[in-house]
């Protein structure tokens, strides 16, 4: 069962993966930051979104355990 604060965390961690995905994508060429010696576009579109994502699936399954037990326990 879906509450607003499964829907709240849901809408947040879409957007930090639009962000993610997209957003530091998009302005690839405008990022010219260094990271370990790559250019932060770069190394977002090779590895960083992919670091994103997982670091995403994580705070979900963390929360939503969270969530469980606060249920069960009343």
Excluded: N, P
């Amino acid at each position: 069962m879906h509450d607003a604060r499964h829907l709240r965390l849901k809408a947040a961690l879409l957007l930090v993966w639009a962000l993610a995905s997209f957003g530091a994508c998009y302005f690839a060429r405008d990022l010219t930051l260094m990271v370990a010696g790559w250019q932060f576009g770069y190394w977002m579109a090779a590895q960083g979104a992919v670091l994103v994502f997982i670091a995403i699936v994580v705070v979900y399954c963390v929360a939503m355990s969270h969530f469980e037990r606060k249920d069960r326990d009343g």
